[in-house]
């Protein structure tokens, strides 16, 4: 895929620093299982996890309905868990994916809007008035009302929202745990084959958010992007988002990438006179990763990526490639995120 960005500006955050999912004590993913155990092995040993995982007593789990700011309105909506999930599931991953791959993204999905209500608790962010958190992708996860959900599936509003309540309803009591708090449940839509630290991608550690294989990305589609920008764009770019930048006047100069982590991410970048890191590019520019590469052309500067998102968790592509393969919810979850326990909690109360 090849993309041209013009001189216009385009919605990217004027700011360097990305917001990254709340960090305090981090770390996702998970080493995969060895392969010492037959799938008849796996999936009753994954059965077994489920009926006998442990409620979760005296945690900072809320049954009440979760208070969501509607961005376009101003609103504060009261959801209900049930529907706050199945909302988030059809806003982040295609309804197409396989089912397990469903469930996964739903208990991804319910641990991340736990997570978020109890640091607003604790560290209430002025912005969100009485909520939790908002429906702002670029903030927090993805939310779709009903009415939106109808909009974006049309005719198949009803086969695709029916594969996802389903799937939403079957792991609707899971969430993921760490150290007795939900985990930063962090996604992205696939690694660039191997999934990247939160170290390397936010600067600090987290436990359980390391990098793990996700090799089946690289045959997900539009796993590699091209994308072209005006040397023109590119300095008044540079220029805003990076106080005090001297560029100079040869285009080639501007922008020096030097080490990669075993995961792909550019974690140094010489722009100009100053040192940035390859997620500050990324969102300078709108790059689909922070893995990439980057030639001037005479005219124009050409960023190629691999892979799409941040890297950091569960890859989606990754999740759907092992949920057709055979794998299980559970098991999805127990490769991406590293060491942490799956509890039933009980939304029905």
């Known amino acids: 895929m090849k993309r041209v960005i013009a001189y216009v500006m385009f919605l990217v955050s004027a700011a360097v620093i990305p917001a990254i999912p709340a ?23 994954l059965t077994e996890t489920a009926e006998t995982a442990e409620t979760a007593e005296n945690t900072a789990v809320s049954y009440e309905p979760y208070r969501v700011l509607n961005c376009s309105t101003g609103e504060i909506q009261e959801v209900s868990v049930r529907d706050y999930v199945i909302g988030a599931v059809a806003a982040e991953m295609p309804a197409s994916f396989a089912e397990e791959a469903l469930k996964a993204q739903a208990v991804a999905a319910h641990t991340y809007a736990e997570r978020q209500r109890n640091l ?3 560290y209430p962010d002025k912005a969100l008035g009485n909520a939790d958190f908002s429906d702002d992708p670029n903030k927090y996860q993805g939310f779709y009302t009903d009415e939106k959900i109808r ?44 999934t990247e630290s939160a170290e390397n991608m936010w600067g600090t550690a987290v436990d359980y958010l390391v990098p793990v294989n996700s090799k089946s990305d690289k045959d997900a589609p539009d796993y590699a992007d091209e994308c072209e920008i005006s ?15 001297q560029l100079g006047d040869n285009p080639e100069n501007w ?6 982590s075993p995961s792909g991410t550019v974690l140094e970048v010489t722009v100009g006179n100053k040192k940035v890191t390859g997620n500050d590019i990324r969102q ?66």
């Open 151 to 194: 909009y974006y599936f049309g005719d198949n509003y009803d086969v695709h929202y029916n594969k996802i309540a389903e799937a939403v309803d079957e792991v609707l009591p899971y969430i993921m745990m760490y150290e007795d708090e939900p985990i930063i449940a962090a996604f992205h839509s696939m690694s660039s084959g191997k």
């Open 284 to 349: 300078a520019f709108g790059l689909r990763s922070a893995d990439f590469s980057v030639e001037f052309d005479g005219e124009n500067f050409i960023f190629r990526t691999c892979g799409y998102g941040h890297g950091v968790g569960m890859s989606q592509y990754g999740a759907n490639y092992m949920a057709e393969k055979g794998s299980k919810w559970q098991e999805i979850l127990e490769h991406y995120y590293c060491d942490v326990e799956i509890f039933k909690v009980d939304v029905n109360r």
């Open 120 to 122: 607003q608790k604790k």
């Open 23 to 45: 960090i305090s004590a981090k770390s996702e993913n998970s080493p995969p299982k060895a392969e010492t155990l037959s799938q008849e092995e796996k999936a009753s040993e």
């Open 231 to 245: 040397a023109e764009f590119v300095r008044a770019r540079l220029e805003k988002v990076i106080e005090g930048i």
């Open 255 to 260: 922008i020096k990438t030097g080490e990669k």
